[in-house]
């Protein structure tokens, strides 16, 4: 059984709201400005970007008050990967973490490094 269980959708597993189109990266950018925002890139065909994913999500224990989190699916929605790398100069990497705060990316991290990231360190 794979990391989203058959009675649990992505969504419900996520703790915030699938990534699905390039006008939401400009409401992400937007909501920065009140509450941090995260964007988790997974590709859904590798098992450590599966690994990564489901160590970040058992130890998350941020509500929906505290940072938007943003989900994106590498493999539907790799267009929105690239419209990110451009619009945030972030490069682009599988499984990443890229928190935006005030329009800007303050952290990014890929692979393992993800579980380093001190989200608690962006909240005000």
């Known amino acids: 059984m794979g990391f989203f269980s058959r009675t649990q959708s992505k969504?419900?597993?996520?703790?915030?709201?699938?990534?699905?189109?390039?006008e939401q990266l400009e409401t992400i950018?937007?909501?920065?400005?009140s509450m941090p925002q995260?964007?988790?890139?997974?590709?859904?065909?590798?098992?450590?970007?599966r690994f990564v994913l489901n160590?970040?999500?058992?130890?998350?224990?941020?509500?929906?008050?505290?940072?938007?989190?943003w989900y994106l699916d590498l493999l539907?929605?790799?267009?929105?990967?690239n419209a990110?790398?451009?619009?945030?100069?972030v490069v682009h990497e599988s499984p990443q973490l890229i928190v935006i705060k005030n329009g800007k990316v303050v952290a990014h991290a890929s692979h393992e490094t993800?579980?380093?990231?001190?989200l608690i360190d962006f909240l005000d």
Do not use: N
């Open 84 to 89: 990110i790398a451009k619009q945030l100069d």
């Open 11 to 22: 969504q419900e597993q996520w703790p915030g709201q699938l990534l699905t189109s390039e």
């Open 29 to 33: 950018l937007a909501s920065s400005f």
């Open 38 to 49: 995260l964007i988790f890139k997974h590709s859904t065909r590798c098992s450590i970007s």
């Open 55 to 69: 160590d970040f999500t058992s130890s998350y224990s941020f509500s929906d008050k505290d940072f938007g989190a």
């Open 76 to 81: 539907a929605y790799r267009s929105i990967s």
């Open 114 to 118: 993800i579980g380093t990231v001190m």
